[in-house]
């Protein structure tokens, strides 16, 4: 099994290694070497995830042999409003990769569509276990408390819309409510990703280039992030 992979640089100063053709698969490490040799691990653990939740319909094979291809490296930068590079105050550019594109066909949008279900599931379910005090308690360090972090993520999903031109809402029109976020965004998405397949769309936003296939890289990371995040913070 060969792994293609990206490598985001300086991600709030580590390193991201993204799996490229499979969503929702990433590994962080503190350098390059341990961020690639941390991916494999990452990917057997994708694998068991992908292949309990689809049975019979899973589209990965078990495999221990793999093989990490690094394609391309992108270190996150900063700008300003006259997007010239500046220090850490300004706008950060996230990584924007070759692979990124190319359109997604229809069998990767179907498959996104479930690992947006499932990660949605786990996420609702590791809620639904954690007492209404731990979810509003504030934890040294961080910035947002549980709930915070889960209107984040509706909140990031509305972003990523934004920069393709995808949602009618405006940013004051998100819903504040944090479940009702979380269900009227991801609904959004997953209304308009059937439509985005074979479809040539990047769109230049504030400096930075968006694309179909880097808004579903995006938006599986994220969530699935965070659910290791708050896994953290009630351990």
């Not at 850490?88 to 569509?113: C, H, I, M, R, T």
């Not at 005090?133 to 509305?158: N, P, S, T, Y």
């Amino acid at each position: 099994m060969q792994l293609r992979t990206g490598l985001e640089l300086n991600y709030e100063g580590r390193v991201l290694a993204w799996a490229l053709d499979h969503p929702g698969c990433f590994a962080y490490g503190e350098d390059d070497q341990e961020a690639l040799l941390l991916l494999p691990q990452s990917f057997i653990a994708y694998q068991h995830w992908v292949n309990f939740k689809a049975g019979e319909k899973s589209w990965l094979k078990e495999s221990m042999d793999i093989d990490v291809r690094l394609l391309e490296s992108f270190k996150i930068y900063s700008i300003n409003e006259n997007y010239e590079v500046t220090g850490e105050d300004g706008y950060s550019v996230n990584a924007w990769f070759q692979n990124d594109w190319l359109p997604l066909k229809e069998e990767e949008v179907e498959q996104g569509l479930m690992l947006m279900d499932w990660s949605r599931k786990d996420l609702l379910d590791l809620l639904a276990g954690i007492p209404d005090e731990l979810r509003e308690k504030k934890f040294a360090g961080e910035r947002w408390d549980i709930l915070g972090i889960v209107r984040h993520i509706g909140g990031a999903e509305w972003w990523y819309l934004d920069r393709l031109g995808l949602t009618d809402l405006t940013r004051n029109e998100v819903p504040k409510d944090t479940f009702e976020r979380l269900d009227v965004i991801r609904k959004q998405v997953k209304t308009v990703l059937p439509s985005l397949v074979g479809k040539d769309l990047v769109v230049g936003k504030e400096g930075e280039f968006w694309s179909p296939r880097k808004l579903l890289r995006r938006v599986l990371w994220h969530e699935k992030d965070h659910i290791h995040h708050i896994y953290k913070l009630i351990s």
